[in-house]
């Protein structure tokens, strides 16, 4: 009986993983063997840091309240704690956008919080 060797079906799932390494240095995008570890790598690495950029992003939302809140002499802390307290429901992204962009809304939702 001959040798089954599975070829079409072989080639088709190496075809597919040096096509994912298309633009790797060396022989990672040459060579199935050293391709299949890169595209492995690589897809751990983009799952985990899809994580990891919406952790960073508030990070600098956050940052950036605080310093737009600091020139009305407020902490960080406190400006959400009285958002919170005035039932005010607009999270940091946009706060943060409307501190950079829109720096008149985002006094006047300042000056509203403290007169409260």
Do not use: C
């Amino acid at each position: 009986m001959p040798r089954a060797t599975n070829a079409p079906a072989s080639r088709e799932r190496r075809k597919r993983v040096i096509q994912k390494a298309k633009g790797y240095r060396g022989r990672r995008s040459k060579l199935f063997r050293y391709a299949k570890d890169a595209t492995m790598k690589g897809q751990y690495w983009s799952y985990r840091d899809r994580k990891v950029r919406k952790r960073e992003f508030r990070h600098l939302w956050v940052a950036r309240l605080n310093a737009a809140v600091r020139g009305f002499d407020l902490t960080y802390s406190r400006f959400i704690e009285a958002l919170k307290k005035a039932k005010i429901d607009i999270d940091r992204k946009v706060l943060a956008d409307l501190a950079v962009n829109e720096p008149a809304a985002f006094a006047a939702i300042v000056q509203s919080l403290k007169k409260a």
